[in-house]
């Protein structure tokens, strides 16, 4: 099956779900990696949709946390640190030697910053999208999400509207998701990166939020800067915090831009 089958459980191949359920032919091995890691309460389906955004080289992995989706049996307990240095540990099977983009939004922002740091400069990603989330060393809330009662967890999601209407509309399923997602904004809640860390000299970093996030405005990401050496390029996008499914396009460009030169270098000394 090549680089398209999930080199640990923490990884999910979206070609290779798709193709799958269509019947289309996969590549036998794609020739670079987008990586994306899921936002609180996300699960490896949810940024499917841009897969038809991408080119056919492109291989195209998202992060499969604990407690949802196909691993809703494992506990959600662990930190953002602690889920970043698992997706570490099993990346340079996945990569197999190839060039890879990161990218990020909201918790998942927090997650793929941690990856960076973790990772050696070999092994470190083309460029990186942070979306949706205030620079590491801000609080990341004011809203003291984590310990808010069902009633007004419950109104606070249908303001952020992120989570699927036919969850909201059912006790059933939101007794499943509550304490799984009640948890993931702990998680954010408790995650505080310390501003005095080194710089990251790699990757080239793309910050994106939305225009009518209510808890994100520009000064929160441009603050991102303090964690890199480099000029970070960041831009507002029209749209409330889920204002990624409407601008994939935007947000993939800075990461393919930065592969095909590199895919194309890997094409010519491999012909």
């Not at 890199?228 to 749209?239: C, D, R």
Request: net charge negative; glycine share 6%; hydrophobic share 45%.
């Amino acid at each position: 099956m090549g680089s398209l089958v999930s080199a640990s459980r923490w990884f999910s191949s979206q070609r290779l779900i798709t193709g799958r359920i269509s019947g289309q032919q996969l590549p036998e091995q794609a020739q670079a990696l987008l990586l994306a890691v899921p936002f609180a309460g996300g699960n490896e389906h949810v940024y499917r949709p841009w897969l038809e955004l991408l080119p056919p080289w492109l291989d195209f992995q998202t992060v499969q946390l604990p407690g949802r989706g196909r691993r809703f049996f494992e506990p959600n307990d662990l930190s953002i640190e602690q889920m970043a240095a698992a997706i570490v540990a099993g990346l340079p099977t996945l990569l197999a030697n190839r060039p890879w983009v990161l990218f990020g939004h909201s918790m998942g922002a927090r997650i793929a910053f941690e990856i960076l740091h973790l990772l050696p400069t070999p092994l470190q990603p083309a460029a990186v999208v942070l979306s949706g989330a205030r620079a590491p060393f801000l609080p990341a809330t004011t809203r003291d999400v984590a310990k808010k009662d069902r009633t007004a967890f419950i109104q606070l999601l249908r303001e952020m509207n992120g989570t699927p209407a036919e969850i909201l509309q059912n006790d059933e399923l939101l007794d499943l998701f509550l304490p799984m997602l009640q948890r993931d904004f702990a998680h954010v809640e408790h995650y505080r990166s310390a501003p005095e860390r080194p710089l990251l000299h790699q990757p080239n970093c793309f910050v994106f939020g939305g225009d009518q996030d209510p808890d994100i405005n520009q000064s929160h990401l441009v603050a991102w800067q303090q964690c890199f050496a480099e000029p970070i390029a960041v831009q507002l996008l029209t749209g409330d915090h889920f204002f990624i499914f409407g601008h994939g396009q935007a947000l993939l460009e800075p990461l393919l831009q930065a592969l095909q030169p590199l895919v194309s270098a890997r094409s010519q000394t491999t012909a």
